[in-house]
């Protein structure tokens, strides 16, 4: 079994930057972890993921080149720089892990709120 808890979340100026957190515990060795966010009305939409050696990373195009996923394993927490935040970034997002390149992602986090005001 696997437990996700984000944190980081709050409210930003547009053009500001966050940093979330998602810890990681119970069998986490080899797994994919993404961040997803999910705006009030609107379906939820993958941000980014990470690979368990950090080395493979994928990127929303609506965040690239502003947004950075990585991964501490010693910590089990996986961080979710964003930066140059614009108001439609604002969101509830989700950590979640699946094992295997493919496949859905069986664990979720609870979620943080990311608001950014304009």
């Known amino acids: 079994q696997v437990q996700l808890v984000e944190s980081g979340g709050g409210l930003v100026q547009a053009g500001g930057s966050l940093r979330l957190s998602c810890v990681a515990s119970g069998r986490t060795f080899g797994s994919y972890t993404a961040w997803f966010r999910q705006a009030p009305g609107k379906e939820r939409e993958f941000v980014a993921n990470?690979?368990?050696?950090?080395?493979?990373?994928t990127y929303a195009d609506s965040v690239k080149d502003r947004f950075t996923i990585s991964r501490a394993n010693a910590k089990n927490t996986i961080y979710l720089q964003m930066n140059s935040l614009k108001p439609e970034d604002t969101a509830v997002y989700y950590c979640?892990?699946?094992?295997?390149?493919?496949?859905?992602?069986?664990?979720w986090g609870q979620g943080t709120q990311v608001t950014v005001s304009s």
């Open positions: 979640a892990l699946k094992y295997g390149i493919a496949g859905r992602y069986d664990y």
């Open positions: 990470i690979n368990w050696g950090g080395g493979s990373t």
